[in-house]
């Protein structure tokens, strides 16, 4: 089992409503959040365009955070889902120095806390919350080792990218561009 | 022209200022521990040369810092922490593969030997010191007969800690300012160059002082050579090093960078301590207290600048 999700940056319109999901699934503390978006504008006018992106913890394959971790909070759990343990986690954050993508924050209470894509539905059968808000559908959530499954199939029909391979990390979230 | 907006998320005030996780206290550690590796190792050097009499403060004033520097080294440590409750996981634990694990345990490590080390010489400082217990005095002559024995791990343990400091920073592939394998090195020595200074401090031995002086030149060379060709290979690298470098050349760090860690931290000791080799009289404690302040300010501006560098995307 391999988790991953695809974003489409063509049907992403920025409203935000993964943002807000995750926030009140997840308890997320206010002021804080494990999912954002970015808008990228390219070129000057008459000629821009423009991207939309809903970014969060990549779950990475090869990840610096869970080989920097000096306790061992952060694991990889199945699917290759990256994991904080919190009441491993000293709060050292050497993990939020590792991460390229700045997924991770530190928790009012201490630990180190981020996107966990939503494992706690995923184990029920559910997509992450984020995925089943988005008024769009432009996000798919799924098993990459699963040919049959749709992220499997709208990877191989559309063109795609990772942000940041070259840092070597890679990372699982696709953005369909 | 490529720019980049954070629609919602990263606009909430709580997370960027977040991410700048460490703040003064791992500067600090850094340093401390740096000083620490300097000290041990030269007094280590010293004792297996069997020069111990000639450099008193090398081998036995000097290594009296040691253990309060390690302890307030921990002590930062402790204080960067979040989860401050969870604190005695890291020693529950080993992961090799955790630059922030394995340095705890050589500091868990080290702390002890210095301080067996300086105990060993209480009584020459402190002719009155009573050992209370009789296994203690036992102890302690085993130390002294054994000083050069201990000494070998000693020196080996001290390059491990020295370089250990810039490990800690260039294992973060994330951080591009920080990701060179030169940071280790270039720690070691200006660690030594602190340990160098701090004897130098202390010292009330002409020879010793000129001796150890002499060496602190070579570690001011040796470490300005290494600055060099950490810029020239960040030149050589990718967009993001290229930026990383910038920071130094022209942008935000520039004056601290040049004035207080290259001119003042390094250039003009340097020549101080030249002057005062060719015959001037110089105070030598100045060149003294300006490779320490250099020191610490270099980890200073390494650590807050590593943390401003990112990948692109
Ligand atoms: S995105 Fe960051 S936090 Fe998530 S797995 Fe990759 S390195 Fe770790
Ligand atoms: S902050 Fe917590 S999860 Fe992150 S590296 Fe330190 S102990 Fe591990």
């Known amino acids: 089992m391999r988790y991953a999700m695809a974003i489409d940056t063509k049907k992403c319109v920025g409203c935000s409503d993964c943002v807000v999901a995750c926030q009140t699934e997840n308890n997320v503390p206010i002021g804080f959040c494990r999912d954002w978006v970015t808008e990228t504008v390219d070129g000057t006018y008459p000629n821009v365009s423009i991207e939309l992106r809903t970014e969060r913890c990549n779950h990475c394959d090869n990840s610096p955070c869970v080989r920097c971790c000096p306790t061992g909070a952060s694991h990889f759990e199945d699917g290759g889902i990256v994991m904080v343990t919190h009441h491993k986690c000293i709060g050292c954050g050497a993990c939020i120095q590792s991460c390229p993508y ?31 808000v988005c008024p769009t559908s432009c ?12 992220i499997v199939n709208v990877l191989k029909n559309r063109k795609f990218k990772a942000l940041a391979p070259e840092a070597g990390t890679k990372p699982n979230i696709f953005y369909l561009t | 022209m490529k720019e980049e907006l954070f629609v919602s998320g990263r606009n909430i005030p709580n997370i960027d200022p977040y991410l700048h996780i460490w ?73 090799l593969e955790s630059p922030m694990g394995w340095g705890a345990w050589v500091l868990m490590i080290m702390t002890p030997i210095s301080i067996v080390w300086s105990a060993s010489y209480v009584r020459e400082v402190f002719p009155n010191w009573d050992w209370k217990f009789k296994f203690l005095y036992t102890f302690e002559a085993w130390v002294i007969k054994n000083r050069w024995f201990i000494a070998w791990p000693m020196a080996i343990y001290a390059v491990i800690l020295g370089i250990y400091t810039g490990i800690l920073l260039s294992a973060f592939n994330a951080r591009p300012l920080w990701n060179t394998t030169i940071l280790g090195p270039l720690f070691l020595v200006s660690g030594m160059s602190t340990g160098a200074a701090c004897i130098i401090l202390m010292s009330k031995n002409h020879e010793e002082r000129r001796l150890i002086g002499r060496l602190d030149l070579l570690f001011i060379s040796v470490e300005l050579f290494f600055i060099v060709h950490m810029i020239m290979g960040f030149l050589a690298g990718s967009q993001v090093q290229i930026d990383a470098a910038n920071l130094f050349l022209g ?39 300006l490779v320490l302040l250099g020191g610490l300010i270099f980890r200073f501006i390494m650590v807050e600048a590593g943390q401003i560098t990112r990948y692109l995307y």
């Open chain 2, 23 to 95: 703040h003064w206290q791992i500067p600090i550690y850094l340093f401390l521990g740096g000083l620490a590796a300097g000290i041990l190792f030269l007094a280590a050097v010293y004792t297996i040369l069997g020069k111990d009499k000639e450099m008193q403060a090398t081998v036995k004033w000097a290594p009296f810092i040691v253990p309060f520097a390690l302890i307030i080294g921990l002590f930062m440590l402790f204080l960067d922490l979040k989860h401050k409750l969870y604190f005695w996981q890291l020693y529950t634990t080993i992961r």
């Open chain 1, 139 to 150: 996000m798919y959530f799924g098993d990459l080792d699963d040919p049959n499954s749709e």
């Open chain 2, 251 to 289: 942008g935000q760090f520039t004056v601290p960078f040049f004035v207080f860690v290259i001119l003042l931290g390094l250039i003009f000791p340097a020549v101080l301590e030249t002057l005062e080799l060719i015959g001037f009289k110089v105070p030598i404690v100045i060149p003294a207290i």
């Open chain 1, 102 to 132: 700045e997924a991770r924050y530190s928790h009012p209470d201490g630990y180190v806390d981020k996107c966990t894509f939503c494992i706690h539905r995923v184990r029920k059968g559910e997509n992450p919350a984020c995925v089943s």
